[in-house]
């Protein structure tokens, strides 16, 4: 196919994320590395427009001017993995009326799709802003060459702008938004889901009126080791740490503290195994909701040294993902990447609890910030409507304030 490539009309795209590069993402979900793929002609050819839209943000103010002498006494955060936005219609509920979430001042979330066939080629995060009167900064991480993974790869219709990212929302001004490129975990065009791009923090300043702070939305690499993980966090604390004017920080989201090396299949079937034999009931209760204790230890032991407190700023010991052997959409996205006869041994190994498994892969951590009060942070599950659960996290929750300096 010939790579001539004209940039959309800048006065007539929807946003700065538009781009014409859909006729060409099935060739080069053709290639199986990304090494293979940056060698070839229709890549070079596509490069600067593919960098262009993943170098960019989109930001849109739709929140009213708030009066500044409203009484306040506390800023409410909210971190969710949406799963896509799949259900936008009930997460929009959940999020202006839920008793816990309900009229969050700032919400941290991952995955949002932007153009994708599996949620209907929506930009989830603009309709979200746009629903609950919110400033939104939203960035992609990536461009999907296919339609998802699991069951998304059958549905309807095709791909329009083809990304998915991350994303702030804020009942204030957001001031100096950008994003942070994360290092991949592994070569995301081999496999199934094929993805040009990578992870990014989203960060923005938020004017406040108990005072300016700065956010990050964050989503760490789920196929990773613990340690690519660490290295990761170091990258954001790094960042954040450069940033001027120093500001109390709140960094929230989906870390994807498995405690598991989940780089290739092979270690992920060995961590299991080797969890097995520590005692299935054991690790449960004292390792997969504490993965700060031991397999993502030093990724936590980096936050503190940095002057970053979790341990006040989280429900500790709570999940937010519950695995259970009956969910067949869990079973097709993991069947993505190990094989299916490792969900015999799976089954076998919670028979005793029920077929179920949580892990704790969401999180606050933050930095002269304080809770507010006697609120303490909680993780907020049962977000479900009359189809099923919203999303494969729960959220978290909390309610803070920043330290004046």
Same mark, same amino acid.
């Given at each position: 196919?010939?790579?001539?490539?004209?940039?959309?009309?800048?006065?007539?795209?929807?946003?700065?994320?538009?781009?014409?590069?859909?006729?060409?993402?099935?060739?080069?979900?053709?290639?199986?590395?990304?090494?293979?793929?940056?060698?070839?002609?229709?890549?070079?050819?596509?490069?600067?427009?593919?960098?262009?839209?993943?170098?960019?943000?989109?930001?849109?103010?739709?929140?009213?001017?708030?009066?500044?002498?409203?009484?306040?006494?506390?800023?409410?955060?909210?971190?969710?993995?949406?799963?896509?936005?799949?259900?936008?219609?009930?997460?929009?509920?959940?999020?202006?009326?839920?008793?816990?979430?309900?009229?969050?001042?700032?919400?941290?979330?991952?995955?949002?799709?932007?153009?994708?066939?599996?949620?209907?080629?929506?930009?989830?995060?603009?309709?979200?802003?746009?629903?609950?009167?919110?400033?939104?900064?939203?960035?992609?991480?990536?461009?999907?060459?296919?339609?998802?993974?699991?069951?998304?790869?059958?549905?309807?219709?095709?791909?329009?702008?083809?990304?998915?990212?991350?994303?702030?929302?804020?009942?204030?001004?957001?001031?100096?938004?950008?994003?942070?490129?994360?290092?991949? /975990?592994?070569?995301?065009? *081999?496999?199934?889901?094929?993805?040009? +791009?990578?992870? #990014?923090? =989203?960060?923005?300043? $938020?004017? %406040?009126?108990?005072?300016?702070?700065?956010?990050?939305?964050?989503?760490?690499?789920?196929?990773?080791?613990?340690?690519?993980?660490?290295?990761?966090?170091?990258?954001?604390?790094?960042?954040?740490?450069?940033?001027?004017?120093?500001?109390?920080?709140?960094?929230?989201?989906?870390?994807?503290?498995? /405690?598991?090396?989940?780089? *290739?299949?092979?270690?992920?079937?060995? +961590?299991?195994? #080797?969890? =097995?034999?520590?005692? $299935?009931? %054991?690790?449960?209760?004292?390792?997969?909701?504490?993965?700060?204790?031991?397999?993502?230890?030093?990724?936590?032991?980096?936050?503190?040294?940095?002057?970053?407190?979790?341990?006040?700023?989280?429900?500790?010991?709570?999940?937010?993902?519950?695995?259970?052997?009956?969910?067949?959409?869990?079973?097709?996205?993991?069947?993505?990447?190990?094989?299916?006869?490792?969900?015999?041994?799976?089954?076998?190994?919670?028979?005793?609890?029920?077929?179920?498994?949580?892990?704790?892969?969401?999180?606050?951590?933050?930095?002269?910030?304080?809770?507010?009060?006697?609120?303490?942070?909680?993780?907020?599950?049962?977000?479900?409507?009359?189809?099923?659960?919203?999303?494969?996290?729960?959220?978290?929750?909390?309610?803070?304030?920043?330290?004046?300096?």
């Amino acid at each position: 196919m010939n790579a001539t490539l004209d940039p959309p009309d800048r006065d007539t795209a929807a946003t700065p994320l538009d781009h014409r590069l859909q006729p060409y993402l099935p060739e080069l979900a053709q290639f199986s590395s990304s090494k293979e793929m940056q060698a070839s002609a229709l890549y070079r050819k596509l490069r600067p427009e593919i960098d262009r839209v993943l170098n960019g943000l989109v930001q849109e103010d739709f929140a009213p001017q708030r009066p500044a002498h409203k009484q306040l006494n506390s800023i409410k955060a909210t971190a969710w993995n949406i799963e896509r936005g799949r259900r936008l219609e009930s997460i929009v509920r959940v999020l202006k009326e839920h008793p816990q979430i309900g009229e969050s001042d700032l919400l941290l979330l991952t995955e949002l799709d932007y153009g994708m066939a599996r949620t209907s080629n929506r930009f989830v995060a603009r309709e979200l802003a746009e629903a609950l009167e919110m400033n939104y900064a939203f960035a992609p991480c990536y461009l999907s060459l296919v339609k998802g993974n699991g069951s998304e790869l059958r549905v309807v219709g095709e791909n329009t702008q083809a990304l998915h990212g991350n994303a702030l929302l804020s009942r204030y001004p957001l001031i100096n938004a950008h994003s942070l490129a994360l290092p991949n /975990g592994i070569d995301k065009i *081999r496999g199934k889901e094929k993805r040009l +791009g990578c992870q #990014r923090a =989203v960060v923005a300043d $938020v004017e %406040h009126p108990l005072g300016m702070f700065r956010a990050v939305s964050l989503h760490l690499n789920a196929h990773s080791t613990q340690k690519h993980r660490h290295h990761e966090m170091r990258l954001v604390l790094d960042h954040v740490e450069n940033l001027r004017p120093r500001l109390p920080v709140l960094i929230g989201g989906d870390w994807n503290t498995s /405690g598991y090396n989940s780089k *290739r299949a092979v270690y992920t079937i060995a +961590g299991f195994w #080797r969890r =097995v034999m520590m005692g $299935v009931g %054991h690790v449960l209760r004292n390792h997969y909701v504490h993965p700060e204790r031991w397999f993502e230890r030093e990724l936590f032991r980096e936050l503190e040294r940095r002057g970053f407190n979790y341990r006040d700023l989280n429900e500790m010991g709570a999940g937010t993902l519950h695995y259970d052997v009956k969910n067949i959409a869990v079973h097709e996205s993991l069947a993505d990447w190990v094989p299916t006869w490792c969900f015999r041994f799976l089954h076998w190994s919670l028979r005793e609890y029920g077929g179920r498994a949580s892990l704790k892969l969401d999180w606050f951590a933050g930095k002269d910030i304080s809770l507010a009060g006697e609120t303490l942070p909680a993780v907020v599950g049962k977000l479900d409507d009359e189809v099923g659960p919203l999303s494969d996290h729960d959220a978290i929750v909390l309610s803070f304030v920043p330290h004046r300096s």
